[in-house]
């Protein structure tokens, strides 16, 4: 995340169309991030309160990316009155979304895994808190880092730097071991039953068919974008077209999964019947 979208590198080492650009690019996914992203988190939110079950980690999940379109709509804004400091919530942003997008949806994968494998194990997730405990921690551990970078306007030495890049990847490729470690497991113990029924059973194919969207949003968005950026100085003056890009794969990213669950539950359309 070196200095991908520091203001500094914009304005020195971007032509003035390289700007422009950069500006119709971000201002373009910002309104498409709320105008679909704010429905979507909505419809979750609607979903997950009327349901018998609280479902702490979607909960989470949602307001985490509530939290995302209400800093894309400011964006929009400081766009619009021409304040540079719009750069500052793009940094904050990409960072914010890079860590806690992937652990929010490896938590996910995690509970369902328990569920599927070690349903005995299940109902100690509530009585301790596990969920809750989860949740805190993608906060924790996705702010501070967020508001390093975009407040820092001198973090550009090795140790600080390092630093940001160690958390931010480690956590990315932990998550995505516990998302395809989850996939395998839950595949495995599904074709390896006995029972035909175990195999057909709705709670079992659902949490397949959860971890499954989630690993192959991730695979398809977070990692890209982590890689992305990660080894950008290998393409001199390419950030002009690699920042815009990495924007759109964090922004897909938060609405995809919210949709895939929405769907999952026959909750997306009101044509379609939830399932029990």
């Known amino acids: 995340m070196e200095d991908l979208f520091d203001n500094d590198t914009v304005k020195n080492n971007e032509t003035d169309l390289c700007r422009s650009y950069h500006l119709v690019v971000i201002t373009t996914l910002d309104i498409s991030t709320v105008l679909i992203g704010l429905p979507v988190i909505a419809k979750l939110l609607w979903t997950t309160f009327r349901?018998?079950?609280?479902?702490?980690?979607?909960?989470?999940?949602?307001?985490?990316?509530?939290?995302?379109?209400?800093?894309?709509?400011?964006?929009?804004?400081?766009?619009?009155?021409?304040?540079?400091?719009?750069?500052?919530?793009?940094?904050?942003?990409?960072?914010?979304?890079?860590?806690?997008?992937?652990?929010?949806?490896?938590?996910?994968?995690?509970?369902?895994y328990i569920a599927v494998i070690y349903p005995t194990f299940y109902p100690l997730l509530k009585k301790y808190r596990c969920r809750e405990g989860c949740s805190l921690l993608v906060w924790l551990l996705a702010v501070p880092p967020s508001l390093m970078k975009a407040l820092s306007e001198d973090l550009h030495t090795s140790m600080e730097q390092g630093s940001m890049d160690i958390v931010a990847y480690t956590i990315l490729c932990l998550t995505t071991v516990v998302m395809l470690w989850s996939n395998i497991a839950i595949l495995n113990a599904l074709k390896n039953s006995q029972s035909s029924t175990d195999k057909q059973h709705p709670v079992k194919k659902r949490a397949f068919q959860t971890v499954r969207a989630i690993f192959i949003a991730s695979f398809l968005c977070y990692i890209p974008a982590g890689i992305m950026v990660k080894y950008k100085t290998v393409v001199r003056n390419s950030s002009c077209i690699i920042a815009p890009f990495c924007i759109f794969l964090v922004s897909v990213a938060s609405v995809v999964h919210p949709m895939f669950y929405l769907s999952a539950t026959g909750q997306l359309f009101p044509c379609s019947t939830p399932t029990k």
């Open 51 to 112: 349901s018998k079950k609280t479902d702490v980690l979607n909960i989470n999940l949602a307001c985490f990316h509530t939290l995302q379109n209400m800093l894309s709509l400011l964006q929009i804004i400081l766009i619009l009155i021409n304040i540079d400091d719009h750069t500052k919530i793009t940094r904050f942003l990409f960072v914010y979304v890079l860590i806690g997008g992937p652990m929010n949806l490896s938590f996910i994968c995690l509970e369902r």
